[in-house]
């Protein structure tokens, strides 16, 4: 018996969508509407059931997206994407890892809708303009434009360097030890001197409502988390295709991302909204 493509191309249409939206959960909406849509249609008809999943995802994905501007422009602090666990093997494919790290997709959340389903669709899963144009709307000519300016856009503003796994593992690790050891000396060590920390507590739980930047401020916040509470453990796992940090302070879930370059953490990225932790206990099944 023939799968049926939807279930075949599932991680791949899981992955268009929290790309272009950066919320598992709105992923999964944007999935549960396309199901409903590909069903209610005659699969005979449709000559390549991968193009026309793509379409209807990006289509209800760029719905979801519009609708959430509001909610993001009101919402209580920074706004960070929602982290996932992934497995190892995902690190192997660097493009996919390198597009859906929290600091690409901190990045992306900077353009519009349209710039972003194109960008998505051309530069990560190298689609066909033509196929962009159907998706999104527009003609092939447009389309074209659009990607120029959203590379031009994201080059700007994504991590300048690729980092290994392994330097990136090292780097989290010794995080990870100064964090949970309070070790002043050791943090300043391991941050770039113009390091970026943005946190997300969505309003529910504290966390700084505004980024904090320079090495020494940025200690100086992280320092005092041990002395929260005796209750702290630190976890390196994969997030969104990179090690990262599970962090358990008093029974409360933190996740910590970094972006490193030259040995050194250029952005820390912690996320601390409840509603966003839902999913580091089960790998997300990413494909492209």
Not at 65 to 73: A, I
Request: without cysteine; hydrophobic residues 45%.
């Amino acid at each position: 018996m023939t799968e049926d493509p939807f279930v075949a191309h599932r991680g791949l249409l899981f992955t268009i969508a929290y790309e272009m939206l950066g919320s598992a959960a709105d992923a999964e909406d944007v999935l549960q509407e396309s199901w409903l849509r590909w069903a209610a249609v005659d699969h005979a008809q449709v000559r390549e059931p991968r193009a026309y999943l793509v379409r209807i995802v990006t289509r209800q994905a760029l719905n979801r997206l519009r609708t959430l501007s509001r909610s993001r422009e009101e919402y209580v602090g920074e706004w960070l994407p929602e982290p996932l666990l992934t497995a190892p093997d995902v690190a192997e494919d660097v493009e996919l890892a390198e597009s859906v790290s929290i600091a690409m997709l901190t990045v992306l959340e900077t353009l519009g809708p349209t710039e972003r389903a194109v960008f998505v669709l051309r530069e990560v899963f190298d689609m066909p303009y033509g196929e962009i144009a159907e998706a999104v709307g527009k003609s092939a000519a447009t389309v074209r434009q659009i990607g120029r300016r959203a590379r031009e856009h994201v080059a700007a503003r994504r991590p300048r360097t690729r980092v290994s796994r392994s330097e990136q593992r090292a780097v989290v690790g010794r995080f990870l030890a100064a964090l949970r050891n309070g070790q002043v000396a050791e943090l300043m060590e391991v941050l770039a001197p113009d390091v970026v920390l943005i946190a997300d507590g969505g309003g529910i739980v504290n966390a700084v409502r505004a980024p904090v930047h320079g090495a020494e401020l940025v200690t100086r916040l992280l320092a005092r988390a041990d002395a929260v509470a005796a209750d702290f453990t630190t976890t390196t796992v994969y997030l969104n295709g990179a090690p990262a940090g599970r962090v358990e302070i008093g029974g409360e879930l933190t996740a910590i991302s970094l972006a490193v370059e030259g040995g050194r953490v250029t952005h820390v990225y912690i996320m601390r909204n409840p509603r966003k932790l839902t999913r580091l206990e089960e790998p997300a099944e990413l494909a492209r």
